[in-house]
């Protein structure tokens, strides 16, 4: 294959949920090509609550997605740098029902998946200390919880075979034959808390004990024994791809592999080590120092949200997750707010409406995206209320074009701040209308609900001990302006909006091979064998994931806060509001559940 370039690329891999995307990046941040390729999903008609996927399909779509972008950029490859298996390394089926335990290709439990609720309720009652580190409650949505649903649904010979990974070292462990599990995976979502590591008495009180009489070896074994290692992000694994991954990859045989990270702490990487600007004639911030990332929250909005922001000290924020060590950057901490459902979210109140098939119509008949034909809905309708009320236009906001209709959007449970898998969504201020303009003043509720709830997340943090001053958007959700512009009024600071949205969690990924890449030839391509070297490596090269992070990260566009006096106020009701649903919701469910007995 001829190449165009002999500068060295980097492939950064984003898992997501509906699909895998690969894009080559060059060694100054740039993107020379991406590729997607889509991943199934199966659901159950039956229970909501059910989300599984194959390893054997995301693997599968990897390699042509790492194919794709070489074939694209025409590039060749030498320059570049909660699921269940056997411990033969086979799919188990994670499908409840006969087959549950067995060889399958059905083997992974999505982050999405909210099975394991009575898991997660005995976990949360045990008063562990493991419960501190994420937020004082564990979230079903956690690996732990669904880890022990499958030991109390698969046959304990069966059982007794399987071991466990977080999908990141999966695919590692697919990628180089090295079983090195990622300190972001085991410390977000595996309740592994260093230094000391798993907590066996927290397992053995659960009912996984039998994990504990192995040395916790399914679950990737205690850092430093039988082999067993921890990485944090973007160390290199063994010696790179193995032969029968690069060809499955249409890469070359020893490529360096990193470390991988969950995808929202990837978009992190990607995103809050930009410089920033308010215009294109405007000049550019100073390029940030790895002190400054505290201030920096970046909010990763798809179908769902992730807020990771990281701190030198560990700081404890009821409902959101973390403090986690280690996660990123060796010696920092990571917290993580969350909320479950608002791509998502946004859609479901859009599609469910009943004026969504005249929306279609018009969408096919404008050519328009259905959020832009309910943007300029919004707007008519505002400008003519401003004049039925005698009000100038200008001044005239959608907040107040809406004052009178409140959204509570937790629809499925309660990521954070609140962490309450029992929380519902509500509406206040409905009336008879189905036409179009209602499902317009409905979509701009739930950007307003979506803003709120990232106030009242970041409001908790910084009660706790943070000083939020910018939040770096990535995702789809970054492309809809009149949420980025309600993120920063409801806020009250700047919004900064990535290079390429879509781009920030691959382009995290690259840094990482980057890192591994750099680290891997500086020690000679000697492989980190055991622990000790680990630590050793990790501690030399602590300050240049950073540097890389500011040399390949393209500069983003800064929202400023824009709300008058009179919508601030508004906005402030708005919220006062919101927080006031909670309780209401709350008190109504436990005086429900008293007269049904169950209080």
Not at 210 to 229: A, E, F, I
Not at 297 to 316: D, K, M, R, W, Y
Request: with cysteine.
């Amino acid at each position: 294959m001829a190449s165009l370039s002999t500068e060295p690329h980097y492939i950064g891999i984003d898992v997501g949920t509906g699909s895998v995307r690969a894009a080559l990046v060059s060694h100054a941040g740039t993107i020379a090509a991406t590729f997607s390729q889509p991943i199934r999903t199966w659901r159950d008609p039956n229970d909501s609550n059910i989300f599984e996927q194959s390893t054997t399909d995301i693997w599968a779509a990897i390699g042509k997605c790492t194919r794709g972008v070489l074939e694209v950029a025409r590039i060749d490859p030498s320059p570049s740098k909660a699921l269940v298996i056997d411990l033969q390394g086979t799919p188990v089926t994670v499908t409840n029902g006969p087959n549950i335990g067995e060889p399958g290709e059905r083997n992974v439990i999505l982050w999405a998946d909210h099975r394991a609720y009575e898991e997660a309720k005995l976990i949360n009652s045990t008063g562990s200390d493991v419960l501190k580190y994420v937020g004082g409650v564990m979230s079903l949505e956690m690996e732990i919880p669904k880890t022990l649903w499958l030991k109390n649904h698969i046959a304990p010979n069966r059982f007794s075979q399987c071991q466990f990974f977080d999908l990141p070292d999966y695919l590692t462990f697919k990628a180089t034959g090295d079983q090195a599990r990622s300190n972001c995976s085991l410390v977000c979502k595996y309740s592994f808390v260093p230094p000391g590591g798993w907590d066996r008495k927290f397992l053995h009180l659960i009912g996984l004990g039998s994990l504990v009489d192995d040395g916790c070896r399914r679950l990737g074994g205690h850092p430093g024994q039988n082999g067993s290692k921890v990485l944090t992000a973007g160390l290199p694994i063994a010696n790179g791809l193995t032969e029968r991954a690069a060809a499955e990859l249409g890469l070359k045989q020893g490529t360096p592999v990193g470390g991988g990270v969950i995808d929202a702490y990837a978009g992190w990487i990607g995103t809050v080590a930009a410089r920033s600007s308010t215009g294109p004639d405007k000049g550019l911030s100073k390029a940030p120092s790895l002190s400054e990332s505290r201030h920096r929250l970046a909010v990763v909005a798809g179908t769902s949200t992730c807020h990771v922001i990281q701190n030198p000290e560990g700081i404890f924020v009821p409902g959101v997750w973390g403090p986690y060590q280690n996660a990123i950057f060796p010696g920092w901490w990571m917290n993580e707010g969350g909320q479950s459902s608002t791509g998502q979210l946004i859609d479901f109140v859009i599609t469910t409406h009943p004026a969504y098939s005249e929306l279609q119509s018009m969408a096919k008949d404008t050519n328009k995206q259905v959020h832009v034909i309910l943007s300029e809905t919004l707007e008519r309708l505002r400008v003519e209320a401003a004049i039925a009320q005698g009000k100038g236009a200008k001044t005239f906001s959608l907040t107040e074009l809406t004052k009178d209709l409140h959204f509570y959007p937790d629809l499925r449970g309660n990521r954070s701040p609140l962490a309450d898998a029992k929380m519902r969504g509500s509406f206040v201020g409905l009336s008879l209308d189905t036409s179009l303009n209602d499902l317009a003043l409905k979509f701009n509720v739930t950007l307003e609900a979506i803003a709120l709830q990232t106030r009242h997340i970041l409001d908790q943090m910084n009660a706790r001990g943070y000083d939020v001053q910018g939040i770096y958007m990535s995702g789809g959700q970054a492309t809809n302006t009149p949420l980025m512009e309600l993120f920063s009024k409801v806020c009250n600071i700047p919004v900064i909006l990535p290079y390429s949205n879509s781009g920030a969690v691959v382009v995290g990924s690259a840094m990482l091979g980057r890192f591994a890449a750099e680290v891997a030839t500086e020690r000679g391509h000697v492989p980190l064998e055991t622990q000790e070297m680990v630590a050793k490596a990790s501690h030399n090269h602590r300050e240049r994931l950073w540097e890389i992070m500011v040399d390949m990260t393209n500069p983003g566009v800064q929202i400023l806060p824009t709300a008058s006096s009179r919508e601030k106020k508004l906005l402030e009701a708005k919220y006062k509001i919101f927080r006031e649903q909670i309780g209401i919701q709350r008190k109504w469910r436990d005086e429900m559940a008293a007269a049904a007995g169950d209080g």
